[in-house]
C-alpha cells in the first residue's frame, strides 16, 4: 500500500516537475526574444517558438513567397521583424525604409547571407550576385563592370550584335503567319544569343550543344518555381540540410552542371589566350586581368582571381543576363496585348521618328513612349519583386529601429512600385506615369528600383536598358501583338521563382504593313 502511494506521487511529481521546467523554459525563451529584439523593428514577439521562430504566422496558402508575409505586414506595417529558423530578417516595405537600406545606408546593407544552399551553388560564396560584401567581392564587381563597360561603350558593336538577333526573331515571329505561339522560347534564345556573344565570343550561341544545354539548365531553374520557394525557406533552418530532402539537390544540381560547362569554355580559352591581342569577349577579358596580376605578383589579387571565381562571374553573366531582359520583354508584350491603346500609341511614334528604317541606339531620346513602357513593365511586372536579400555588415539602424550586424533585411520594391502613396493608380499599367509634360522621359523616377539601388544595383543595368529598347522597338514597329482568341489576353498574374513571370500564354503576331527589312541599318 506504501509502496503504492509512493509510486502514484513519486509519478505526479515527475510530470509536475517537467511542466514546471517546460513553463520556465518557456518563459525564459520569451523573456530573451523581448531582450534581444528591443528597440528592432516590431513584429509578432510572442509567438516566436524556440527552433521554429515566427514560421507560424506567415500564410503558407499563398500563391507565391510574396504574399505569405502580407498579413504580418497588415497588423505591424511597412517595417517589421521575423524570426525564422535561426536567422532574424527585417522587411522593408515602404519608400522610405527601401530607399534608406539601399541609398543612403548602401554599404551598411551591402551583404548577403550565406546560406546552405548559397554556399554550395557559388563555389563557396566565390559569386557576384550573391557573395558577400567584401575586398573579394568589390576587386570583382569592379573587374565584372569594367569587362562589361568594354561592350556598352562600343555603341556599333553591341548595336549590331543586338539588332541582329531582333531581325532573327523578327523573322521567326513572321513564320508563324498570325497563328497563336508562346512567345517564351523564341525571346530566351534571342536574347541568350546576345549574350553567348558577349561572353563567350563572335559566332557563339545557343545551336553550340554546350551552350543550348546551359540555357536549358538556366531555364530548368527558373520555371521550378516551387523547388526554388522550398528552398529559400529551408535554408533559414541549417539543420535541414541533414534531413533526407531532395529538394536541395534539384536545386543545387543543375549550378553543378551549368558550371562543368563553363569550366570546359574557360579551359579553351586558356589554353589559346594571347594576352596581346584586344580583348573581344567577356571571358577573355577576365583571363587577362588574371594574367596582369600575376605580373605584378599581387597576391592577393591572384587569389581573388581562382577559377571559382572566374567561373561564378561568368555564370552570373549568362544567367542573370538573359534570364531578366527576357522575362521583361514577355511582359511588355503581355501588358501591351491587354492595353492595346498604348500599342497604337508606341506604333505611331515608331512611325513618326523611324519612317522605314531600322530602329537604332541613336533614336533612344525621340523614342520616349518605348522607355516609358519598358519602365511601367518594370514597375507593375516586378521581375525581382523582393531584390537580392541584402544582410546587415555593421549595427545600424532604420528609420530609426535598431538592426544588428548580421541580420537578414529584404527590399520589398513591389510593394513600393504598388504602393497608391508613392503612384497614382498604382496598380494600373499607364506608361505615360514616366513622361513629363512635354513628353519627355521622366529620369530619374523615385520609389523606381528594378535594379536595384546603390552599392549593390544590378551590374547589367546599362546592357539591359540597351537591349529592351532595341528588342521593344524591333517588335512593335513589326507587328500588331494581339491575343490567341479575342477576348481573351493574356493573364497578368505573375509567378515567383528566382524571378516573377508571367503565367504562359499564347498571343498573335500581326505583321504590320511597313517593313523595316529593306532599310536595315548595320
Given at each position: 500500500m506504501a509502496a503504492s502511494l509512493y509510486a502514484e506521487m513519486k509519478s505526479f511529481l515527475s510530470v509536475e516537475v517537467v511542466f514546471l521546467l517546460l513553463l520556465f523554459l518557456f518563459f525564459s525563451h520569451f523573456l530573451m526574444v523581448l531582450y534581444n529584439?528591443?528597440?528592432?523593428?516590431?513584429?509578432?514577439?510572442?509567438?516566436?517558438?524556440?527552433?521554429?521562430?515566427?514560421?507560424?504566422?506567415?500564410?503558407?496558402?499563398?500563391?507565391?513567397?510574396?504574399?505569405?508575409?502580407?498579413?504580418?505586414?497588415?497588423?505591424?506595417?511597412?517595417?517589421?521583424?521575423?524570426?525564422?529558423?535561426?536567422?532574424?530578417?527585417?522587411m522593408a516595405s515602404t519608400s522610405e525604409a527601401v530607399r534608406e537600406m539601399l541609398v543612403t545606408k548602401s554599404v551598411d546593407y551591402a551583404g548577403r547571407p550565406q546560406t546552405y544552399s548559397t554556399v554550395r551553388r557559388t563555389l563557396g560564396g566565390k559569386d557576384i550576385a550573391f557573395g558577400n560584401y567584401g575586398p573579394a567581392w568589390t576587386f570583382h564587381r569592379k573587374l565584372f563592370t569594367t569587362a562589361l563597360r568594354h561592350f556598352t561603350t562600343d555603341?556599333?558593336?553591341?548595336?549590331?550584335?543586338?539588332?541582329?538577333?531582333?531581325?532573327?526573331?523578327?523573322?521567326?515571329?513572321?513564320?508563324?503567319?498570325?497563328?497563336?505561339?508562346?512567345?517564351?522560347?523564341?525571346?530566351?534564345?534571342?536574347?541568350?544569343?546576345?549574350?553567348?556573344?558577349?561572353?563567350?565570343?563572335e559566332g557563339f550561341n545557343t545551336t553550340h550543344p554546350d551552350l543550348k544545354c546551359l540555357l536549358e539548365l538556366c531555364t530548368h531553374?527558373?520555371?521550378?518555381?516551387?523547388?526554388?520557394?522550398?528552398?529559400?525557406?529551408?535554408?533559414?533552418?541549417?539543420?535541414?540540410?541533414?534531413?533526407?530532402?531532395?529538394?536541395?539537390?534539384?536545386?543545387?544540381?543543375?549550378?553543378?552542371?551549368?558550371?562543368?560547362?563553363?569550366?570546359?569554355f574557360l579551359k579553351?580559352?586558356?589554353?589559346?589566350?594571347?594576352?596581346?591581342?584586344?580583348?573581344?569577349?567577356?571571358?577573355?577579358?577576365?583571363?587577362?586581368?588574371?594574367?596582369?596580376?600575376?605580373?605584378?605578383?599581387?597576391?592577393?589579387?591572384?587569389?581573388?582571381?581562382?577559377?571559382?571565381?572566374?567561373?561564378?562571374?561568368?555564370?552570373?553573366?549568362?544567367?542573370?543576363?538573359?534570364?531578366t531582359t527576357s522575362t521583361t520583354l514577355k511582359w511588355v508584350i503581355a501588358f501591351l496585348?491587354?492595353?492595346?491603346?498604348?500599342?497604337?500609341?508606341?506604333?505611331?511614334?515608331?512611325?513618326?521618328?523611324?519612317?522605314?528604317?531600322?530602329?537604332?541606339?541613336?533614336?533612344?531620346?525621340?523614342?520616349?513612349?518605348?522607355?516609358?513602357?519598358?519602365?511601367?513593365?518594370?514597375?507593375?511586372?516586378?521581375?525581382?519583386?523582393?531584390?537580392?536579400?541584402?544582410v546587415t555588415t555593421v549595427d545600424t539602424t532604420l528609420l530609426g529601429y535598431r538592426v544588428p550586424k548580421g541580420t537578414i533585411v529584404f527590399a520589398n520594391t513591389e510593394a513600393v512600385h504598388l504602393d497608391p502613396k508613392c503612384w497614382e493608380d498604382a496598380s494600373v499599367f499607364n506608361p505615360y506615369r514616366h513622361l513629363d509634360k512635354e513628353g519627355q522621359l521622366i529620369i530619374p523616377q523615385r520609389n523606381f528600383y528594378p535594379f536595384g539601388a546603390g552599392r549593390r544595383v544590378c551590374a547589367g543595368e546599362a546592357l539591359a536598358k540597351v537591349e529592351l529598347f532595341l528588342f521593344v522597338s524591333w517588335l512593335f514597329q513589326n507587328f500588331t501583338f494581339v491575343a490567341e482568341r479575342d477576348g481573351h489576353p493574356p493573364s497578368l498574374k505573375?509567378?515567383?521563382?528566382?524571378?516573377?513571370?508571367?503565367?504562359?500564354?499564347?498571343?498573335?503576331?500581326?505583321?504590320?504593313?511597313?517593313?523595316?527589312?529593306?532599310?536595315?541599318?548595320?
Open positions: 529584439f528591443r528597440d528592432m523593428p516590431p513584429g509578432p514577439r510572442f509567438t516566436c517558438l524556440p527552433v521554429l521562430g515566427n514560421v507560424f504566422s506567415l500564410d503558407f496558402k499563398a500563391e507565391k513567397l510574396t504574399g505569405a508575409f502580407e498579413s504580418v505586414r497588415a497588423t505591424y506595417g511597412g517595417v517589421f521583424l521575423l524570426k525564422i529558423g535561426s536567422y532574424n530578417f527585417v555603341v556599333p558593336m553591341i548595336e549590331k550584335r543586338i539588332s541582329s538577333q531582333a531581325k532573327k526573331l523578327v523573322q521567326f515571329m513572321e513564320k508563324q503567319d498570325g497563328q497563336p505561339f508562346d512567345p517564351a522560347g523564341c525571346l530566351m534564345q534571342a536574347v541568350a544569343d546576345v549574350i553567348c556573344g558577349i561572353t563567350f565570343g531553374v527558373v520555371e521550378n518555381e516551387k523547388t526554388a520557394q522550398l528552398v529559400t525557406m529551408l535554408d533559414f533552418f541549417p539543420l535541414a540540410k541533414y534531413l533526407p530532402i531532395k529538394a536541395y539537390d534539384r536545386f543545387i544540381q543543375p549550378f553543378f552542371q551549368m558550371h562543368k560547362i563553363i569550366k570546359k579553351e580559352r586558356k589554353d589559346n589566350l594571347n594576352p596581346k591581342q584586344p580583348i573581344q569577349d567577356f571571358i577573355s577579358g577576365l583571363l587577362c586581368a588574371r594574367e596582369e596580376a600575376k605580373l605584378d605578383e599581387d597576391d592577393e589579387r591572384s587569389s581573388f582571381l581562382c577559377d571559382e571565381y572566374l567561373v561564378n562571374s561568368i555564370q552570373n553573366m549568362f544567367g542573370a543576363g538573359y534570364e496585348v491587354n492595353y492595346p491603346k498604348y500599342q497604337e500609341d508606341i506604333h505611331r511614334e515608331l512611325d513618326e521618328v523611324l519612317g522605314g528604317q531600322s530602329p537604332s541606339l541613336t533614336d533612344r531620346p525621340n523614342l520616349p513612349l518605348i522607355q516609358a513602357t519598358i519602365f511601367e513593365a518594370l514597375r507593375v511586372g516586378n521581375v525581382g519583386p523582393l531584390l537580392l536579400p541584402h505573375g509567378i515567383l521563382s528566382i524571378t516573377q513571370f508571367p503565367a504562359p500564354y499564347k498571343i498573335r503576331a500581326i505583321k504590320r504593313k511597313a517593313s523595316v527589312f529593306g532599310h536595315f541599318r548595320l
